[in-house]
């Protein structure tokens, strides 16, 4: 049985950095073609994906973001991290930890963690 | 970006009538990379269609997608209470990106 869990801080100052983390089982992010990513939902909107990182170690962050995202995983401790920079109020909302089946679609979810951006 | 577009904004149906949702993508998805997932309030979004067309795994048989190249659409045969929420397409032919959302709302 899969399961992703996230965890990180509820609340976050504007121009901190944000890090999530995301602890997973059923699955090892060694093997080739598993990838584990980060997709986030702001109040009443759609949800968008910001980064992803798969059993080569190769990293995928969306082009509109990248330059204040890092993800990194932990495979030992079987983890995913997301560092995200210079947080803003409009970064408020839920992110969710992720795994993308092969094809590239989203086949596990995992809860969410509500994220509040306020000074 | 591939920029995805939804149609329409808000359907408002009764139980047991057909809905039809249309996802648009603005680039040529070339082996019909597109997803549908439905999400109901204070959950997660699911998996529902994969491939354009390819039902995920227990999903139930009125569920139905189709299209190709820019051009996609979920059926919903006949709606359960159940299906009322709101439904969301993906493209993974180039990156990633979501439309903005179909809700599905009851009449």
């Known amino acids: 049985q899969v399961t992703l869990k996230e965890s990180g801080p509820v609340l976050v100052k504007p121009t901190q950095t944000l890090t999530v983390t995301c602890t997973f089982s059923g699955f090892s992010l060694t093997r080739l073609g598993e990838s584990v990513g980060w997709v986030r939902q702001p109040p009443g909107r759609a949800p968008e994906w910001l980064a992803l990182?798969?059993?080569?170690?190769?990293?995928l962050y969306s082009e509109s973001l990248r330059t204040r995202l890092t993800i990194s995983k932990d495979t030992s401790r079987n983890q995913v991290v997301l560092a995200m920079t210079k947080m803003d109020p409009t970064d408020t909302g839920m992110y969710f930890c992720?795994?993308?089946?092969?094809?590239?679609?989203?086949?596990?979810w995992g809860q969410g963690t509500q994220v509040t951006v306020t000074a | 970006e591939v920029v995805l577009t939804q149609s329409p904004g808000t359907l408002s149906l009764s139980p047991g009538a057909r809905a039809t949702l249309s996802c648009r993508a603005s680039q040529i998805l070339s082996s019909s990379e597109l997803a549908w997932y439905q999400q109901k309030p204070g959950q997660a979004p699911r998996v529902l269609i994969y491939?354009?067309?390819t039902r995920a795994s227990g999903v139930p048989a009125r569920f139905s997608g189709s299209g190709f190249g820019t051009d996609f659409s979920l059926t919903i045969s006949r709606l359960e209470p159940e299906d009322f929420a709101v439904y969301y397409c993906q493209q993974y032919g180039a990156l990633f990106t979501f439309g903005p959302g179909t809700k599905v709302e009851m009449k």
């Open positions: 992720v795994r993308f089946h092969s094809g590239g679609y989203i086949v596990h």
């Open positions: 990182i798969d059993g080569d170690d190769d990293r």
């Open positions: 491939d354009a067309s």
